[in-house]
């Protein structure tokens, strides 16, 4: 009886190794890849198939403290077979930086077909990129934070690049516009930066993307540009495909326009809609908003950061600019506001997006005012949609 039951335990053993021995190898990568680096080669304890199972690893996300451990990766990177489609790397504020290592690990995924390359480093000074990135021609997402580099005379762009990210990235040749630009097919870009003459763009260059689906731009990095409502629709004109639109008006220069413009639908695919550093004190800027909204039959998603400067909101909004006719034309699902106090052109806003979207599921409300004068207020507003929630925080 004790022979057969051994016999068992030993036929199930054999049988949970041969699951794991005959697992499909295209199973057996997407495994690794979700698995933290150390974990993955780890894995070569599993069974005498899987001792050399970690060199099929394609994407690669480094979190850790590599300072520490920076020759023991280089080592990792020669052992891996195939292609590297992806690799990301967090450099943290407090790690003294070897950044030779990290530019041999660019030049040897140059290499290795990689298609994702996402550098995010957090510390006070900007890592210098070897111009080896430029050699990674398959690059179809590129993410960059606090970075800066020199584009080689050579680089005639990434023809395959779908979408682009640069947060604080400086140029040390050549200009924003023209990296850009050599980017035929991107669907994404993002451009966040301070406001440094050095790192700006002229909308023109921008509107040579006409496969631009996802925008974020801080408009503040606009070369030489005052901004209008005009301004804001002229992207409408340019981007005909975009969906998702971010905008940040901080430190930018909005006027007033000469004679009242309207404008008729301007994104007409837009979905999502994020606004940040917008001053709703201005009068101006609240009407711009409003008719972005107005202009974007089939936005679903809506979020506005509006945080004031003055305590006391200036150029209030004239409400009879505002026609509650218009009932029923927004297809809003969802609305968030931050940074929100109570002010007359703030109530104006929520009025109107409350009178005017039968289709709202919720609206999330952040501020810093008492909670409870303010939730009378806002009970007190026409909702066109019965099931519309308002949540304040």
Request: aromatic share 10%; proline share 4%.
């Given at each position: 009886?004790?022979?057969v039951?051994?016999?068992?335990?030993?036929?199930?053993?054999?049988?949970?190794?041969?699951?794991i021995?005959?697992?499909?190898?295209?199973?057996?990568?997407?495994?690794?890849?979700?698995l933290?680096?150390?974990?993955?080669?780890?894995?070569?304890?599993?069974?005498?198939?899987?001792?050399?199972?970690?060199?099929?690893?394609?994407?690669l996300v480094?979190?850790?403290r590599?300072?520490?451990?920076?020759?023991?990766?280089?080592?990792?990177?020669?052992h891996?077979?195939?292609?590297?489609?992806?690799?990301v790397?967090?450099?943290?504020?407090?790690?003294?930086l070897?950044?030779?290592?990290?530019?041999?690990?660019?030049?040897?995924?140059?290499?290795k077909?990689?298609?994702?390359?996402?550098?995010?480093?957090?510390?006070?000074?900007?890592?210098?990129?070897?111009?080896?990135l430029?050699?990674c021609?398959?690059?179809?997402?590129?993410?960059l934070?606090?970075?800066?580099?020199?584009?080689?005379?050579?680089?005639?762009?990434?023809?395959?690049?779908?979408?682009?990210?640069?947060?604080?990235?400086?140029?040390?040749?050549?200009?924003?516009?023209?990296?850009?630009?050599?980017?035929?097919?991107?669907?994404v870009?993002?451009?966040?930066?301070?406001?440094?003459?050095?790192?700006?763009?002229?909308?023109?260059e921008?509107?040579?993307?006409?496969?631009?689906?996802?925008?974020?731009?801080?408009?503040?990095?606009l070369y030489?540009?005052?901004?209008?409502?005009?301004?804001?629709?002229?992207?409408?004109?340019y981007?005909?495909?975009?969906?998702?639109?971010?905008?940040?008006?901080?430190?930018?220069?909005?006027?007033?326009?000469?004679?009242a413009?309207?404008?008729?639908?301007?994104?007409?695919?837009?979905?999502?809609?994020?606004?940040?550093?917008?001053?709703?004190?201005?009068g101006?800027?609240?009407s711009?908003?409003?008719?972005?909204?107005?202009?974007?039959?089939?936005?679903?998603?809506?979020?506005?950061?509006?945080?004031?400067?003055?305590?006391?909101?200036?150029?209030?909004?004239?409400?009879?600019?505002i026609?509650?006719?218009t009932?029923?034309?927004?297809?809003?699902?969802s609305?968030?506001?931050?940074?929100?106090?109570?002010?007359?052109?703030e109530?104006?806003?929520?009025?109107?997006?409350?009178?005017?979207?039968?289709?709202?599921?919720?609206?999330?409300?952040?501020?810093?005012?008492?909670?409870?004068?303010?939730?009378?207020?806002?009970?007190?507003?026409?909702?066109?949609?019965?099931?519309?929630?308002?949540y304040?925080?």
């Amino acid at each position: 009886m004790e022979e057969v039951e051994r016999t068992h335990k030993k036929a199930s053993k054999f049988a949970s190794e041969d699951v794991i021995c005959n697992m499909p190898e295209n199973v057996i990568t997407n495994i690794l890849n979700h698995l933290p680096i150390r974990d993955a080669v780890r894995t070569s304890v599993l069974a005498r198939n899987w001792r050399f199972k970690w060199t099929m690893l394609t994407q690669l996300v480094i979190k850790c403290r590599f300072s520490k451990y920076g020759r023991d990766l280089s080592r990792l990177l020669l052992h891996l077979k195939g292609p590297i489609t992806k690799f990301v790397l967090y450099i943290p504020d407090y790690m003294v930086l070897d950044g030779e290592d990290i530019n041999h690990w660019i030049a040897f995924l140059s290499r290795k077909g990689i298609e994702k390359f996402t550098l995010l480093n957090f510390r006070r000074t900007q890592f210098k990129l070897h111009t080896h990135l430029f050699s990674c021609l398959d690059l179809k997402h590129l993410r960059l934070q606090n970075c800066c580099f020199h584009v080689p005379p050579s680089f005639h762009g990434f023809p395959n690049l779908l979408s682009l990210n640069l947060y604080d990235v400086r140029f040390e040749s050549g200009d924003y516009g023209e990296f850009i630009t050599s980017c035929p097919l991107l669907e994404v870009l993002g451009i966040g930066n301070d406001e440094d003459p050095m790192r700006k763009m002229r909308l023109v260059e921008i509107a040579e993307l006409k496969n631009l689906k996802t925008l974020s731009l801080s408009l503040c990095n606009l070369y030489n540009l005052t901004i209008t409502s005009y301004t804001i629709f002229k992207l409408a004109g340019y981007f005909s495909k975009l969906q998702e639109l971010y905008l940040n008006f901080s430190k930018c220069n909005f006027i007033r326009e000469q004679g009242a413009r309207k404008f008729s639908i301007a994104f007409p695919h837009l979905k999502t809609l994020e606004l940040y550093e917008i001053d709703l004190s201005s009068g101006d800027m609240l009407s711009c908003a409003i008719e972005m909204m107005r202009g974007s039959p089939n936005l679903k998603s809506l979020k506005i950061e509006a945080p004031y400067e003055d305590d006391v909101p200036t150029h209030a909004l004239d409400t009879s600019e505002i026609d509650y006719n218009t009932v029923g034309q927004l297809q809003l699902r969802s609305v968030v506001f931050e940074c929100f106090n109570g002010s007359e052109n703030e109530m104006c806003l929520i009025k109107y997006l409350l009178a005017s979207s039968p289709f709202l599921e919720y609206i999330t409300v952040e501020t810093n005012i008492g909670k409870l004068p303010f939730a009378k207020k806002l009970l007190e507003l026409h909702r066109a949609s019965p099931v519309a929630e308002v949540y304040i925080f």
